[in-house]
């Protein structure tokens, strides 16, 4: 919450680069829809975020911190569709080249076990071959699950009525034995006739069948499609961390006086009997002399966020969940007036935070501070990651397989 914050939760550092000849509303959309994302990231902490229609150019740029990033981005003069997957660098994953005209992205990820998820965008219009959609599914090494906006209509997945695309999607689940995560709740909105449609679907291998759920958030966001988190039921909510010693409270004096190593402790027959007492000492000594850091949820914290962005959220909220239950043209006004409103004192609050931020450098601001806020503001920061390893034999994915065989190498 103070000066020297996070590029991830200055939503001024947009991430996305725009071209000087592109129009206000377009960068002021793609500064929207990151915003978003960073929200639904602080509030799930997933492992993976699938997008589709990201309108990107190959001159844009997309980071988000601790996040790596796999995208397919649709060239020419009128830009649309496009496709990108979000990757937590606190998990081993590796991008899956994909051999495809379809606008498909996949990576394999390790969150409870190997998984290869796709993301994949069938544009409503476009002529899509059966035959595309069985060699893209042919080069998913299973178990996996393939995300994405479909644009098909069909009663398993609750439309009242079935369009081509929707035969074609029910060929594949066929033709591949594969499981449709999606129950009857709608996932798009569409305004002009204010009706909601299932257009995005969840498709996977049997073998995940028993360990899946598909919640649907209630908020659109700005978009107009509803966020669909896929979870694991073996998955917690939010992110832990195991507690820390807190050294500058440590009483050292205490510590010193309890850490005693005596000459036959190290004098073993075996190093490695050796160094296990001589660190269990250490550990029982500093669970008496230091003190610790209990573990809480992960959580970054917007700085600008204050009572009156709450209440216009909370306002929005209030009267979206009247119109999705009474979506008429009378409930609808009030909704986009709130939402506006909303946006407004959003943005005025992370403008004010700006300029407090820009005004703490001072005559007497050091190098090394000054260093540092130049670098957030620009959004410039280091992240490490670690893939998923294959040898000629097998894979490995989880992180104490690789340390193991890092091990084993060095």
């Given at each position: 919450?103070?000066?020297?914050?996070?590029?991830?939760?200055?939503?001024?550092?947009?991430?996305?680069?725009?071209?000087?000849?592109?129009?206000?509303?377009?960068?002021?959309?793609?500064?929207?829809?990151?915003?978003?994302?960073?929200?639904?990231?602080?509030?799930?902490?997933?492992?993976?975020?699938?997008?589709?229609?990201?309108f990107l150019k190959s001159c844009h740029t997309t980071k988000i911190r601790r996040y790596g990033?796999?995208?397919?981005?649709?060239?020419?003069?009128?830009?649309?569709?496009?496709?990108?997957?979000?990757?937590?660098?606190?998990?081993?994953?590796?991008?899956?080249?994909?051999?495809?005209?379809?606008?498909?992205?996949?990576?394999?990820?390790?969150?409870?076990?190997?998984?290869?998820?796709?993301?994949?965008?069938?544009?409503?219009?476009?002529?899509?071959?059966?035959?595309?959609?069985?060699?893209?599914?042919?080069?998913?090494?299973?178990?996996?699950?393939?995300?994405?906006?479909?644009?098909?209509?069909?009663?398993?997945?609750?439309?009242?009525?079935?369009?081509?695309?929707?035969?074609?999607?029910?060929?594949?689940?066929?033709?591949?034995?594969?499981?449709?995560?999606?129950?009857?709740?709608?996932?798009?909105?569409?305004?002009?006739?204010?009706s909601f449609h299932t257009l995005d679907l969840a498709i996977y291998s049997p073998s995940l069948?028993?360990?899946?759920?598909?919640?649907?958030?209630?908020?659109?966001?700005?978009?107009?499609?509803?966020?669909?988190?896929?979870?694991?039921?073996?998955?917690?909510?939010?992110?832990?961390?195991?507690?820390?010693?807190?050294?500058?409270?440590?009483?050292?004096?205490?510590?010193?006086?309890?850490?005693?190593?005596?000459?036959?402790?190290?004098?073993?027959?075996?190093?490695?009997?050796?160094?296990?007492?001589?660190?269990?000492?250490?550990?029982?000594?500093?669970?008496?002399?230091?003190?610790?850091?209990?573990?809480n949820s992960f959580q970054r914290y917007k700085h600008w966020w204050n009572t009156d962005c709450?209440?216009?959220?909370?306002?929005?909220?209030?009267?979206?969940?009247?119109?999705?239950?009474?979506?008429?043209?009378?409930?609808?006004?009030?909704?986009?007036?709130?939402?506006?409103?909303?946006?407004?004192?959003?943005?005025?609050?992370?403008?004010?935070?700006?300029?407090?931020?820009?005004?703490?450098?001072?005559?007497?601001?050091?190098?090394?501070?000054?260093?540092?806020?130049?670098?957030?503001?620009?959004?410039?920061?280091?992240?490490?990651?670690?893939?998923?390893?294959?040898?000629?034999?097998?894979?490995?994915?989880?992180?104490?397989?690789?340390?193991?065989?890092?091990?084993?190498?060095?």
């Amino acid at each position: 919450m103070g000066t020297d914050t996070d590029p991830s939760d200055t939503d001024y550092v947009t991430g996305l680069a725009s071209e000087e000849d592109e129009s206000l509303l377009e960068a002021d959309f793609k500064q929207i829809a990151y915003r978003d994302v960073k929200d639904i990231i602080r509030q799930y902490h997933p492992v993976c975020v699938a997008l589709q229609e990201t309108f990107l150019k190959s001159c844009h740029t997309t980071k988000i911190r601790r996040y790596g990033c796999v995208r397919k981005d649709t060239e020419g003069s009128s830009v649309s569709g496009g496709v990108l997957i979000f990757t937590s660098l606190d998990v081993s994953s590796s991008a899956l080249p994909l051999h495809t005209s379809l606008q498909a992205v996949a990576v394999r990820i390790h969150s409870t076990s190997l998984i290869t998820v796709c993301c994949l965008y069938l544009p409503p219009n476009a002529v899509t071959h059966q035959q595309d959609l069985n060699n893209l599914v042919d080069q998913l090494p299973a178990p996996f699950v393939i995300l994405g906006d479909f644009n098909g209509h069909s009663t398993p997945w609750g439309s009242v009525n079935m369009n081509p695309r929707g035969r074609q999607i029910e060929q594949v689940l066929s033709d591949h034995c594969l499981c449709l995560l999606n129950h009857e709740e709608p996932m798009y909105f569409h305004e002009p006739i204010r009706s909601f449609h299932t257009l995005d679907l969840a498709i996977y291998s049997p073998s995940l069948f028993p360990n899946l759920n598909l919640p649907v958030e209630k908020d659109l966001y700005d978009s107009d499609h509803f966020p669909v988190i896929l979870s694991h039921d073996s998955d917690t909510r939010g992110k832990t961390f195991p507690p820390t010693y807190s050294y500058s409270r440590a009483d050292w004096a205490h510590f010193t006086q309890l850490a005693v190593i005596p000459d036959a402790m190290v004098k073993t027959e075996s190093v490695d009997t050796a160094v296990q007492e001589v660190t269990n000492v250490f550990i029982a000594t500093a669970d008496l002399s230091i003190p610790k850091v209990s573990s809480n949820s992960f959580q970054r914290y917007k700085h600008w966020w204050n009572t009156d962005c709450q209440t216009a959220y909370k306002n929005q909220r209030k009267l979206w969940g009247i119109f999705r239950r009474y979506p008429t043209t009378e409930n609808l006004l009030p909704f986009k007036k709130a939402k506006a409103n909303a946006r407004r004192v959003r943005r005025q609050s992370q403008r004010q935070s700006w300029i407090r931020y820009v005004s703490s450098l001072t005559s007497s601001t050091s190098s090394k501070q000054l260093w540092k806020k130049v670098k957030t503001a620009n959004g410039i920061y280091r992240d490490i990651s670690f893939p998923i390893l294959q040898t000629s034999n097998s894979v490995f994915s989880s992180p104490v397989e690789i340390a193991n065989i890092l091990g084993e190498t060095f």
